[in-house]
């Protein structure tokens, strides 16, 4: 039984230590790609500057939704 429980014991290792080697070589070589992709294809500038978040303050736009939810309550509360 102690021969069996040590076997057991060591394919445990073995099996632990080959799944952390695969994750080692997996961030490896995700970081080697990553590091090729930023050298061979950097970043363009943009042509559109940016545009900030506060842009939904637009009058037609706030009308539009709440015509949309006006519709929508009317029809399906009276359901």
Known sequence: MNEMLSSGIELMLIGM???YAFLA????AINLMSRAVRR?????PSKF???????????????????AVHQYRK???NG
């Not at 061979?40 to 363009?44: D, G, H, K, N, T």
């Open 17 to 19: 230590g080959m799944v």
């Open 25 to 28: 070589m997996l961030i490896v």
């Open 75 to 77: 029809k399906y509360n």
């Open 49 to 67: 500057p940016e545009q900030s978040v506060a842009v939904s303050n637009d009058k037609a736009v706030i009308a539009a939704i709440t015509a």
């Open 40 to 44: 061979y294809f950097p970043e363009m």
